[in-house]
Structure formats: C-alpha cells, structure tokens
C-alpha cells in the first residue's frame, strides 16, 4: 500500500496569514493526488485534484502544488471558516489511500 | 443534483452484522462506481471498496475482505454495505462517495452513517 505522510498533524494560524500543509507518498504517484477539507461533523469535501486543480466553487485562496512524493496544499489570507481537518489522498494505485489529518484552528 | 442519502445510526452488538444504505439521486445510478470509506473517531479515513452497480462487479481493500460486502439494487438506485463480524474496531462512520464527472476524486459523499458496536 501507498502510505501518505501529512505533516502538521495540527496547525494554529491567525487570520489572513498563509498556511502550508504537506503530503509526502512512500513512492511516486504522479501528481494523482487530491485534498479534502471536513469540517466538525460533516463529510469531506473535495478541493484539490490532480495535485494542482480547483474544484468547482473552491475558492482562489487554496492551492496545490507539487509532484512526484512530495505535495502541498497552500491556504492564502485564512478565514474562519477555513477551520477544518484537511486530508490528501492518493488515487495512483489500490487500495485507495488517504493521509492521517492536518487539524487548522484560528489562533 | 447528485446527493447521496444514507441511512441512520446503528448500534449494535459484538458479534453482529448491520447492513447501511446509501439512495443515490440526481445522476444515473449504473453509471458510476459506488465507494465506501470508514472513518474512526480522531482517526483518518479508509478506502474500503467500490461496487459498479451497472454489473455488480466489486473491488475490495484486501483489509476489509471478510468484513465488508457491497451490493446494489438497481431498481432503487440503492447500494449496501453489509459488516459482519462486528467487534469494537468496526465502530465507526461510514461514508458512499461518488467520483466527479471525468475524474477518479471523491466529488460527492454521503452525510455519513455512525456504526456503534457495543453489548
């Protein structure tokens, strides 16, 4: 199986400061990678996929990059609703597999 | 548009099995493979498996092979996950999750259904 790194586990910031989360895959998965964002009690939503694409009504503050192990999910002038649990997730190869959480709270 | 509606929370015992359900609504239900995913309280997510509820045809994660079984009613637009063998470890939400539209990433989910296990 793939394993996903995600580094912080937890991540307190103030707002409009720019925040950095970090993905990195045991092997190369070819930018198949996506970044959810769940918020307290409900379901993930998807923000990120293919490593760098937005999608559909996910706001220009967030941004992924990155490439081959290593990726990363910016957040630009933070807002409160940002407040979240943020996951990667790898699609490259089965099973499926998703990183162990990065917490954001509002300092 | 697409939502995807599951049943609600279940408490039941060890050694049981639970059944949850998963009505899709708003795209054609044959036409995309339905996902399961678990999420333990505090823990991250697992990809359990997908049904193609167009022919029945599944794919497992080798680590629920023996505990979970998906199906699907095409008639209803429905899909299952059956859990058997239920000890403390399957106490847990459960998510469906649909891929987007040209693209293998989890673009809509259902709201979650809590499976508690305890005597």
């Known amino acids: 199986d793939i394993q996903m790194t995600q580094s912080p586990a937890s991540l307190s910031a103030s707002l409009g400061e720019t925040v950095t989360i970090e993905c990195l895959t045991s092997e190369d998965i070819y930018s198949n990678l996506a970044w959810y964002q769940q918020k307290p009690g409900k379901s993930p939503q998807l923000l990120i996929y293919?490593?760098?694409i937005l999608n559909d009504g996910v706001p220009s503050r967030f941004s992924g990059s990155g490439s081959g192990t290593q990726y990363s999910l910016k957040i630009n002038s933070l807002q409160s609703e940002d407040v979240s649990i943020y996951f990667c997730?790898?699609?490259?190869?089965?099973?499926?597999?998703f990183g162990s959480g990065t917490k954001l709270e509002i300092k | 548009q697409v939502q995807l509606q599951q049943s609600g929370a279940e408490l039941v015992k060890p050694g049981s099995s639970v059944k949850i359900s998963c009505k899709a609504s708003?795209?054609?239900?044959?036409?995309?493979?339905m996902h399961w995913i678990k999420q333990q309280p505090g823990n991250g997510l697992e990809w359990i498996g997908w049904i193609y509820p167009g022919n029945g045809n599944t794919k497992y994660n080798q680590k629920f092979n023996g505990k979970a079984t998906l199906t699907a009613d095409k008639s209803s637009s429905t899909a299952y996950m059956q859990l058997s063998s239920l000890t403390s470890e399957d106490s847990a939400v459960y998510f469906c999750?649909?891929?987007?539209?040209?693209?293998?990433?989890?673009?809509?989910w259902g709201q979650g259904t809590l499976v508690t296990v305890s005597s």
């Open positions: 708003g795209h054609t239900f044959t036409s995309y493979d």
């Open positions: 997730q790898q699609n490259y190869d089965s099973p499926l597999t």
């Open positions: 999750a649909r891929y987007r539209r040209g693209g293998n990433w989890f673009a809509y």
């Open positions: 293919y490593a760098n």
